[in-house]
């Protein structure tokens, strides 16, 4: 009979591999398909009598075998593919995934250290980071509008003149991370952690951060944002009462005129699933 750990090693091979997409980076492909193949060495080879015989162990032996194999070759072709894109081609010529721009997959990923938008490039418009390990990575500049950075691990992250407008930021580590000169408006900062973060010149109009947070920014914010003109303490607040600290929502420009209206950041029909753009 089969081994019931190598059975689990031969499926958990195989689910893997069929989970895999061409959104992720060509290097990690090529990482998953080398796992692949040895995960595909330790599927015991059932013996040419059990084979003869039927048995149901044989079966399976040779079934889990060539499937894993099957499943890693064309990992690994796909990772070998110097044409293949970040980006399916259906979904590179309709504008992203969903649609929706730029979007590539780097949820639970470790980023740690890296250089993201020399690799990756500056337009990471509502990318996922989600769950993401993001010690100290390098996105200075990058343009990260609605993006998902929910639970990442961004550490002494450098986000440093970066437009992170719209972007959900909710339960992530920014401890120590730079925004300096920063667009934050609208951003969910709810249960995330920016102690001694680098603000200076960061612009949070609009953003959603807990109270107690937003106290102890207040403590030491200062600066202008360069590119909207907006003063870091102004833009949270600062200097006002705690109702006024609650008062600040990313939907505040739908109720009242003062707010500043979020612009388009893609073609209208981008955002429709039914939608024939790029066809």
């Known amino acids: ?120 490039g500056a337009d990471l418009r509502l990318s996922n980071f989600t769950g993401a390990e993001m010690r100290k990575a390098k996105l200075r500049g990058a343009n990260l509008t609605g993006a998902y950075l929910m639970k990442a691990v961004a550490y002494a992250a450098d986000f440093e003149g970066a437009n992170l407008s719209d972007a959900l930021m909710d339960r992530a580590v920014l401890v120590n991370a730079n925004f300096k000169d920063a667009v934050l408006t609208r951003v969910v900062f709810t249960s995330s952690d920016l102690g001694d973060a680098v603000i200076e010149g960061a612009d949070f109009s609009d953003a959603l951060i807990d109270v107690k947070q937003q106290q102890a920014l207040c403590k030491y914010a200062n600066g202008v944002n360069s590119q909207t003109g907006v003063s870091t303490r102004k833009s949270l607040n600062c200097g006002g009462s705690a109702s006024m600290l609650r008062s600040s929502t990313p939907s505040g420009y739908m109720t009242d005129d003062t707010k500043a209206k979020p612009e388009a950041a893609f073609d209208a029909s981008r955002f429709s699933a039914y939608s024939s753009y790029g066809q």
Not at 110 to 120: A, S, W
Request: glycine share 8%; aromatic share 4%; net charge positive.
């Open 1 to 120: 009979r089969l081994d019931t750990n190598q059975r689990d090693m031969a499926s958990n091979a195989v689910a893997s591999t069929l989970s895999l997409t061409v959104r992720a980076p060509r290097e990690l492909r090529a990482r998953e398909a080398h796992r692949v193949r040895r995960a595909a060495t330790v599927v015991p080879r059932a013996s040419s009598a059990d084979v003869d015989a039927g048995s149901a162990a044989g079966r399976l032996a040779a079934a889990a075998k060539g499937f894993t194999l099957a499943a890693a070759a064309s990992v690994a072709l796909l990772a070998a593919d110097p044409a293949c894109a970040e980006l399916n081609a259906r979904e590179a010529a309709r504008g992203g995934e969903f649609n929706r721009g730029s979007a590539q997959q780097f949820g639970g990923y470790d980023l740690t250290g890296q250089d993201v938008v020399e690799k990756y």
